[in-house]
């Protein structure tokens, strides 16, 4: 028979079971509550998690080089979110999904070539966030946007945006060095902007695309080439991990510095590089002209270039940053720009493409 103290302490041991059980079903283990729901088979600086009733959506932002978490956080499945976007260059990703209603501002109005952003721009659905170089708060307030998308680089502090309840975002796809890389960053914004599934079928449409066009000239003979720009006695040219190395092997171009891997661009002295450049075939560059240019202007930073063989046989090709949109709706043709560089190196492997991005200098 049990006596007085046994008793309270049976009842005791029962209520924390009992407040144990209840606490367990309240706060499940939030490790056991998410699955993968989307991880990308390029881009390294994304993860997409679904909570068990397929709810929630879990974003982890990844740092791309070493894989650390640089924010992590929950985010209705169906939503229409009001967006700001710091930077132009997402607001293509948006179009591509059909969400680009969802935009209510963006960075740099001015600097937008995408046509359905202008025309929004224009009548006013997106307005300009920028005072001068500075962000207008007035303007980010009077929009009441649920997310910011910013970039990840610099020493701005948007904790004024979180702590009012804009959910600030940075969006880092610059970063990838691969094309299929940045434009699958265009499934993230599927996520954000409750259009997961569209963003997803996008991009493998695209991808399949991409990888066809490749696999088309497979076979052909590579021809070399080297890009950059000179600057003061030395040649600065992306090295042989980055983005624009890989669109030219994957053009079927053999990239004169293939070998050099770096995580910013290459600085070499630019007579130890002239060298390098007699044994090129093609030489390619970006240039921001009002003018496309010509062969005559073509090496006016260094006239000696004149000397070389990609010269001489006028094997010069370029993309203008002014007239195209190359940092913006560029981002979701990476068929297109390849389309480009195959219709440089192997002419005769689709004669009908017309260049967009990349052309070949005028004789």
Not at 2 to 18: D, G, H, P, Q, R
Not at 87 to 100: D, K, N, Q, R
Request: hydrophobic letters at 40%; glycine letters at 4%; a negative charge.
């Amino acid at each position: 028979m049990l006596n007085k103290t046994n008793c309270i302490n049976a009842l005791i041991v029962a209520c924390l079971a009992f407040l144990t059980a209840c606490n367990s079903q309240a706060k499940p283990n939030p490790e056991g509550a998410w699955t993968l729901h989307y991880t990308p088979k390029y881009a390294g600086g994304f993860r997409v998690l679904i909570n068990a009733d397929s709810s929630l959506y879990r974003i982890i932002l990844l740092n791309s080089n070493n894989k650390d978490t640089i924010k992590d956080w929950t985010t209705p499945c169906l939503s229409h979110p009001k967006t700001v976007c710091l930077s132009t260059t997402h607001l293509p990703m948006f179009e591509a999904i059909h969400a680009l209603d969802q935009v209510v501002g963006v960075g740099f109005a001015h600097l937008v070539k995408n046509p359905l952003a202008k025309a929004a721009i224009a009548d006013g659905r997106i307005l300009n966030i920028n005072n001068g170089d500075d962000i207008s708060k007035e303007v980010m307030l009077s929009l009441q946007p649920d997310q910011f998308l910013v970039y990840s680089y610099g020493d701005k502090d948007y904790s004024s945006y979180q702590t009012l309840g804009i959910e600030v975002i940075p969006i880092a796809e610059y970063l990838e060095k691969t094309p299929l890389g940045r434009s699958e960053w265009v499934v993230l914004i599927g996520a954000l902007s409750g259009k997961l599934n569209e963003a997803k079928t996008f991009f493998q449409n695209m991808e399949a695309e991409y990888i066809a066009i490749q696999q088309s000239i497979a076979f052909q003979k590579q021809p070399s080439v080297f890009t950059g720009y000179y600057n003061s006695g030395h040649w600065y040219a992306p090295p042989g991990n980055s983005f624009v190395a890989q669109f030219l092997q994957d053009a079927g171009a053999r990239y004169i510095l293939k070998d050099s891997l770096s995580d910013q661009n290459l600085v070499i002295p630019f007579e130890k590089m002239f060298v390098s450049m007699h044994s090129c075939d093609y030489w390619g560059k970006l240039s921001f002209t009002e003018d496309d240019p010509t062969a005559n202007n073509f090496c006016s930073d260094a006239p000696q270039m004149k000397e070389l063989p990609s010269y001489q046989t006028k094997k010069l090709f370029f993309c203008n940053t002014q007239t195209t949109d190359y940092f913006g709706d560029a981002i979701m043709q990476p068929q297109v720009i390849l389309k480009d560089l195959i219709k440089i190196f192997h002419p005769e492997v689709d004669s009908l493409h017309v260049p967009v991005y990349f052309r070949s200098v005028e004789q």
